[in-house]
């Protein structure tokens, strides 16, 4: 599935892989539909990524909570620490454009990207996100043999500077620069982890 990763063009590209192996198939296979669990409810992302990160719902095109797993449409709202989207009810907002499964014997995979999108809960079409939609973030877990793998991949991260305010270019700036160079690694290498950790 990573073949399906867009190719890095402009901006910034980061990544996050953690991985864990067991001593049997079986023990393999029971873990990862923990990990799959845990990876489909977007809600409780914040668990997993640990103390002080970004919080994630996932909402339906009305920007209604869905209690749901993902699909293609959805939308996930983000809220990010210390510097919200003072414009936007606080919130970040990327759409779901892919979500693909693949299941065999001994591999399986579930792979979702999102990319920036506008505020479903307002008619203005304008970015509400600090970065601009060229970016995306390409979200997979997968299950190869006796190992387990949860992986992220940002491609073609550039500043949302689009239709936007001076303070609101300020703001995206700053949020995107610091997610691209520390913060957004430090986000994903945390929640790579919690996903896929043996309790």
């Known amino acids: 599935m990573k073949n399906k ?9 980061s990544e996050a892989v953690s991985k864990i192996s067991f001593d049997n198939k079986e023990s393999t296979r ?16 914040e668990l997993f990524a640990g103390q002080e990160k970004a919080e994630f719902s996932l909402r339906d ?15 996930i709202s983000i809220k990010v620490p210390l510097l919200p989207n003072r414009n936007d009810g606080g919130l970040d907002w990327v759409k779901i454009e892919v979500y693909e499964e693949e299941v065999f014997e001994d591999y399986e ?31 997979i877990i997968k299950r190869s043999g006796k190992e387990i793998s949860a992986e992220i991949y940002a491609r073609n ?23 691209m160079l520390i913060g957004s690694k430090i986000q994903w290498e945390g929640l790579t982890k919690g996903l896929i950790e043996n309790e």
């Open 5 to 13: 990763i867009p190719e890095q063009i402009i901006g910034v590209e």
């Open 109 to 139: 995979a579930v792979y979702l990207r999102v990319r920036p999108s506008s505020d479903p809960t307002s008619s203005s079409n304008k970015i509400t996100h600090f970065l601009d939609s060229s970016a995306t973030s390409n979200f």
């Open 157 to 179: 991260e550039v500043p949302n500077s689009k239709d936007k305010s001076i303070s609101e270019k300020i703001r995206n700036k700053i949020v995107s620069v610091g997610g």
């Open 30 to 45: 029971i873990h990862f539909k923990k990990v799959k669990k845990r990876f489909l409810d977007i809600n409780s992302w």
């Open 61 to 75: 095109e009305n920007g209604n909570l869905i209690l749901g797993h993902p699909q293609v449409g959805n939308y």
